[in-house]
């Protein structure tokens, strides 16, 4: 499930390291940033005016390389520049301009605006006079570009420590930083491009890449293909869907245990009115099951508690969603069974782990760490992490998904691929790019249902 390398500040500053130590000099990266900068920004905005606006710091060092470029083209360039340049490299590519700087607060607007203040070095927010000056000469331009990052965002989190405009593209240098795809930044730009500056990257924290996924084979079964139990309890709709989605993500059979009579709607999955624990239990026992699902229609109520506490030692590998997760909240993670898939969305992973601090992927591999299970924390921007470090970013999820059920959707999902897969870091990362798939395919105002409907097209689109 490897898509484009994520490097946190420290990590980009280390890779930086061992590109220096092969021999290349830190103003060969920069001009080979600024070259790769300048070439997209030709693309999209040819010879149309252009202001480059340059800080202290080697971000700006970038900017004075574009500049150089793009006036080499053809292209009428006026730089502005936020006092002197502060590193060796930066005053090189400064003197290499060789043409007017302008000082920033009297900088007039251009039909192109091309951010290169701050990057990764970003310490504190922006001036505020300053930021105010980048937003207003960003919205009167027509074209944007913010090198790197945009100036005013924190690397690591993707929190804004200022004001920060809204980009047309962002040109990630190198590899992507956690603030190209986490929220608030993550939303400042209408399209990312990561310009390839020959800097060997770490494996650990990926941006999600469409799965493989493989067809069933001749000799395959419904027990072979995975056999799926959704514990609910008595919210029967919500355990309705994530059967539901189960029954639809590849998977042999479904079972839905329910304390309520009458739950069927899907002819193809088999409901079960299990009404005490005991019954429960003597589901459970089934060694074909492949993987079981608990929250979604749990409730929190009646014998919720003890479904649940029938559920955690049951042996088979487990998701975790919803009601579950709520109830783990109150009586401590220590019940989790190592290997499980955790689906929490903010409110569920405050309840489990509120003391986790630092940003949502920090916090999203320490909850994985501490219970050693795959914790999904979802949002706009879902963050998948196994306890072994690998993280996965989902971006461009469609906010339509913001409706009551989807959560369920995924987390029937998610115990499919794990009894497709048997393997929770896999199947968690197949699930939420199917799930946004599905949710792409549905367009707009769509709910719960029309996204299950979308799962096979979207399975089958990677095949
Ligand atoms: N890491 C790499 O491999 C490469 C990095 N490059 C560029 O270098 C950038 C990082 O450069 P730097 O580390 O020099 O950092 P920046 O250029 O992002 O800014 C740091 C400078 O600004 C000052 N500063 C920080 N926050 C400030 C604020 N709010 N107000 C005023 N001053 C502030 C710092 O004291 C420092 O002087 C990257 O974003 C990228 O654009 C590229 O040149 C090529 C390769
Ligand atoms: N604004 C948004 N943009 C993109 N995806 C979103 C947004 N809000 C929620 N989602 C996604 O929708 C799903 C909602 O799950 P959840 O909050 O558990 O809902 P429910 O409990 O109603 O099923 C998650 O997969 C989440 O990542
Ligand atoms: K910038």
């Not at 014998?303 to 109830?327: Q, S």
Request: aromatic share 4%.
């Amino acid at each position: 499930m490897t898509g484009t390398p994520i490097l946190t500040a420290a990590q980009m500053r280390e890779a930086e390291q061992a590109v220096f130590a092969s021999g290349i000099p830190e103003y060969e990266l920069m001009e080979r940033a600024g070259v790769a900068a300048a070439e997209i920004i030709w693309r999209a905005g040819a010879k149309r005016d252009a202001l480059v606006l340059c800080g202290p710091g080697n971000n700006g060092g970038d900017g004075f390389v574009i500049a150089r470029q793009l006036r080499s083209r053809g292209v009428p360039v006026r730089v502005a520049a936020l006092g002197e340049s502060r590193t060796e490299s930066a005053r090189k590519a400064r003197a290499a301009w060789n043409g007017p700087v302008e000082p920033f607060d009297q900088a007039g607007p251009a039909t192109q605006i091309i951010d290169a203040l701050f990057g990764t070095g970003l310490s504190r927010g922006l001036d505020a006079v300053v930021a105010e000056r980048l937003c207003d000469l960003t919205g009167r331009a027509a074209f944007s570009y913010a090198v790197d990052l945009p100036s005013g965002v924190d690397t690591d989190s993707g929190a804004l420590l200022s004001a920060v405009p809204d980009f047309g593209i962002c040109i990630a240098l190198g590899a992507l930083k956690p603030a190209h795809v986490l929220h608030p930044a993550a939303g400042l730009y209408r399209r990312l491009v990561c310009a390839d500056i020959g800097i060997a990257t770490s494996d650990t924290i990926h941006h999600l890449s469409p799965p493989h996924l493989v067809r069933p084979l001749a000799s395959d079964h419904k027990y072979s293909r995975g056999l799926v139990a959704v514990v609910g309890g008595e919210m029967a709709g919500a355990g309705r869907l994530a059967a539901h989605a189960a029954a639809r993500s590849g998977a042999g059979m479904v079972r839905h245990l329910t304390s309520l009579d009458g739950a069927a709607a899907l002819d193809a999955v088999i409901t079960r009115q299990a009404r005490g624990v005991d019954e429960v239990k003597a589901y459970l026992a089934d060694r074909r099951l492949a993987a079981v699902v608990v929250g979604p229609g749990l409730g929190r109520g009646g014998d919720a508690r003890d479904r649940l506490a029938a559920v955690l030692p049951c042996g088979h590998p487990l998701v975790l969603d919803a009601d579950a997760l709520t109830l783990l909240g109150g009586a401590g993670a220590e019940g989790i069974p190592h290997g499980s898939i955790l689906t929490p969305h903010e409110g569920e992973f405050a309840a489990l782990f509120g003391d986790l601090q630092g940003s949502k992927i920090n916090r999203a591999v320490g909850a994985a760490q501490r219970v050693s299970a795959v914790v999904v924390l979802k949002g706009a921007d879902s963050v998948i992490a196994a306890p072994d470090g690998r993280v996965a970013v989902a971006t461009g999820a469609s906010p339509w998904l913001s409706t009551a059920g989807t959560g369920d959707v995924l987390a029937g999902l998610a115990a499919g691929r794990l009894a497709v897969t048997g393997d929770p870091f896999r199947a968690a990362c197949e699930a939420v790019w199917l799930h946004g798939e599905a949710a792409r395919r549905a367009g707009a105002a769509f709910v719960a249902g029309d996204l299950i409907a979308q799962l096979p097209a979207a399975i089958g689109s990677r095949l």
